[in-house]
């Protein structure tokens, strides 16, 4: 399984981001997925989770600004950052939740104020 998370970039404090996760592999079917980032200088954090029965859960931080999106017929996962503050700014990854696949790349966040 290979995951390729895409859709980064600058944006200003208050903007908007939409990130994608591609997943290929059946097993991303049945799993729950998630997004973490890791900004710079710091580990990775987990920021929010979606099962396959489409419960949603959020890091304290990013609660009420972001949301967590899936289709699985396609073997996607996004990320819609709304409110952005530099603090968001990060390589931003997605995964299962616990991570058990492979890292891919990230995309990058960089929030300006």
């Known amino acids: 399984v290979q995951l390729q998370a895409f859709g980064g970039g600058l944006v200003q404090a208050g903007g908007y981001l939409r990130l994608s996760c591609a997943a290929s592999?059946?097993?991303?079917?049945?799993?729950?997925m998630a997004w973490y980032r890791q900004a710079p200088g710091k580990g990775r954090e987990w920021v929010a989770t979606?099962?396959?029965?489409?419960?949603?859960r959020y890091a304290d931080s990013v609660k009420g600004r972001f949301t967590i999106s899936r289709n699985i017929a396609e073997n996607m996962v996004y990320l819609e950052l709304a409110s952005v503050e530099p603090k968001d700014t990060a390589v931003y990854y997605c995964n299962t939740n616990p991570p058990t696949l492979q890292w891919g790349q990230g995309t990058m966040v960089t929030v300006s104020s």
């Open positions: 592999g059946s097993p991303f079917v049945f799993a729950t």
């Open positions: 979606m099962t396959r029965n489409s419960r949603t």
